[in-house]
């Protein structure tokens, strides 16, 4: 097995882990780790294909990876805004009593 093929099925275990994190979980915040651990392994796959490419001197993984990171600290913040706002009015942070926000 090649290294990037471990890579990739790391990628794959690190992405199915998170997938059902997110998707069978009633706590908000385990469902933003779920989606955070999803993002982590999207980084690997670009780190993994940026060094086992055929020019890993270009360092556009890097670049990616720096630009994917930016963003899921863009939602972690946001999505822990919403988190606070929905505890603050129903002082629970169950998806359910989310769903009951929708108007």
């Not at 994190?21 to 392994?41: C, H, P, T």
Request: net charge positive.
């Amino acid at each position: 097995m090649s290294p990037l093929q471990i890579c990739l099925i790391v990628s794959t275990l690190l992405f199915c882990v998170g997938l059902i994190g997110a998707l069978s979980r009633s706590n908000s915040i385990l469902v933003l780790l779920g989606v955070e651990l999803m993002l982590n392994a999207a980084n690997l796959n670009f780190i993994a294909f940026w060094r086992y490419g055929p020019h890993p001197e270009l360092g556009t993984g890097v670049i990616f990876v720096l630009f994917s990171i930016a963003v899921a600290a863009a939602e972690a913040a946001v999505g822990l805004a919403l988190v606070i706002a929905i505890y603050r009015h129903r002082q629970s942070i169950r998806l359910q009593e989310a769903a009951q926000l929708k108007g």
